[in-house]
């Protein structure tokens, strides 16, 4: 039998998912739907409904990723996470939820949570995220991402003077591409906060960010916004060649944005000035949370660091974005 090279490429996938073992921790009905999806791709897959028992499998099967629910009954995903992170720090996790994860976001930052996602689940996010989770293979690139993409462009930047205009025409293609955008303000500034904090925060420039002094990067020092599309989605992507940020680092921004938020609401309600603790750090990563679609932080210590932005043409024509409450990270700490 002769096989085609599309057979050949069906083949390997199965052969590669089914040296994966899922382990689901979830006790509500929506445990079913995340077992069929790991199954239905070539994933072996073993369930239980709390911390404990999960604690349990993992000290006596080997397991390449851990999706956990975050409220389990008697101990939490917390725990287990904090488990899972002291004795096999190896695995990966993810956890998931149907709350707004700004309400217990301290725990994600205390517990250095870098995957949470929202339910119902997107499969092809599910499973592109475990594949890279497990693998850190193809981490990099929006058509690692954006599945049979077409006409990838690229603007590369090299100094502060020249975002906006390139961020201009990035908004100017993507409607050329046909895809409306009814909130360009709100995409404008997600855009212009990367990019931003890339040329200026990844090249150690923070001080001339604070002064909004205009800066040139040095030679062979650049930023790059990549850009493409399919026939449902486009992606935009923003790359500096530094890898300075972490996971921590991304956490500690949220946070920082969510408790100021909080102060803020305190601060409406009982007249108390708050204007010593009010700031702008965090806010660009925390627009990318609040504003995006689908996104991906994605980092390789000191060599490359690219957030990707993806948006589907009914997301994209939508009155407002809307925050879907999850966070992703892929962080590589492997020596370059």
């Given at each position: 039998?002769?096989?085609?090279?599309?057979?050949?490429?069906?083949?390997?996938?199965?052969?590669?998912?089914?040296?994966?073992?899922?382990?689901?921790?979830?006790?509500?009905?929506?445990?079913?739907?995340?077992?069929?999806?790991?199954?239905?791709?070539?994933?072996?897959?073993?369930?239980?409904?709390?911390?404990?028992?999960?604690?349990?499998?993992?000290?006596?099967?080997?397991?390449?990723?851990?999706?956990?629910?975050?409220?389990?009954?008697?101990?939490?995903?917390?725990?287990?996470?904090?488990?899972?992170?002291?004795?096999?720090?190896?695995?990966?996790?993810?956890?998931?939820?149907?709350?707004?994860?700004?309400?217990?976001?301290?725990?994600?930052?205390?517990?250095?949570?870098?995957?949470?996602?929202?339910?119902?689940?997107?499969?092809?996010?599910?499973?592109?995220?475990?594949?890279?989770?497990?693998?850190?293979?193809?981490?990099?690139?929006?058509?690692?991402?954006?599945?049979?993409?077409?006409?990838?462009?690229?603007?590369?930047?090299?100094?502060?003077?020249?975002?906006?205009?390139?961020?201009?025409?990035?908004?100017?293609?993507?409607?050329?591409?046909?895809?409306?955008?009814?909130?360009?303000?709100?995409?404008?500034?997600?855009?212009?906060?990367?990019?931003?904090?890339?040329?200026?925060?990844?090249?150690?420039?923070?001080?001339?960010?604070?002064?909004?002094?205009?800066?040139?990067?040095?030679?062979?020092?650049?930023?790059?916004?990549?850009?493409?599309?399919?026939?449902?989605?486009?992606?935009?992507?923003?790359?500096?060649?530094?890898?300075?940020?972490?996971?921590?680092?991304?956490?500690?921004?949220?946070?920082?944005?969510?408790?100021?938020?909080?102060?803020?609401?305190?601060?409406?309600?009982?007249?108390?000035?708050?204007?010593?603790?009010?700031?702008?750090?965090?806010?660009?990563?925390?627009?990318?949370?609040?504003?995006?679609g689908e996104y991906y932080f994605i980092i390789k210590k000191d060599v490359k660091t690219e957030i990707i932005l993806i948006f589907s043409r009914e997301a994209a024509a939508a009155a407002k974005m809307q925050n879907n409450s999850s966070l992703k990270i892929i962080e590589d700490n492997s020596e370059a």
């Amino acid at each position: 039998m002769l096989l085609t090279s599309m057979h050949v490429h069906n083949i390997l996938t199965a052969r590669i998912n089914e040296m994966y073992n899922v382990l689901v921790v979830d006790f509500s009905p929506y445990r079913d739907d995340i077992t069929s999806l790991f199954r239905n791709n070539g994933y072996e897959v073993a369930v239980c409904e709390n911390a404990f028992e999960a604690m349990s499998k993992l000290r006596a099967y080997d397991f390449d990723l851990v999706v956990s629910e975050v409220e389990l009954p008697g101990d939490n995903a917390f725990d287990l996470y904090n488990y899972l992170n002291k004795n096999y720090p190896y695995i990966p996790a993810i956890m998931t939820t149907d709350k707004n994860i700004d309400a217990f976001f301290d725990k994600i930052f205390n517990e250095g949570i870098g995957n949470v996602l929202k339910k119902p689940l997107k499969e092809s996010e599910v499973l592109n995220l475990s594949q890279k989770l497990i693998t850190k293979n193809n981490i990099f690139n929006i058509t690692n991402y954006l599945k049979d993409a077409v006409d990838t462009k690229r603007i590369r930047i090299q100094g502060s003077r020249q975002i906006q205009k390139a961020i201009a025409a990035v908004i100017r293609q993507i409607n050329e591409w046909g895809f409306p955008i009814s909130n360009k303000m709100a995409l404008t500034l997600v855009l212009n906060e990367l990019a931003i904090n890339a040329v200026y925060h990844s090249h150690g420039l923070t001080l001339e960010k604070e002064e909004r002094r205009p800066v040139q990067l040095g030679e062979n020092e650049y930023v790059d916004i990549h850009f493409s599309h399919n026939d449902g989605e486009y992606a935009i992507s923003i790359t500096d060649y530094k890898g300075r940020l972490s996971k921590m680092k991304i956490l500690d921004s949220i946070n920082r944005v969510i408790v100021q938020e909080n102060l803020i609401t305190k601060a409406s309600e009982t007249g108390e000035d708050i204007s010593d603790f009010v700031t702008e750090t965090g806010r660009g990563i925390d627009l990318v949370r609040k504003l995006s679609g689908e996104y991906y932080f994605i980092i390789k210590k000191d060599v490359k660091t690219e957030i990707i932005l993806i948006f589907s043409r009914e997301a994209a024509a939508a009155a407002k974005m809307q925050n879907n409450s999850s966070l992703k990270i892929i962080e590589d700490n492997s020596e370059a």
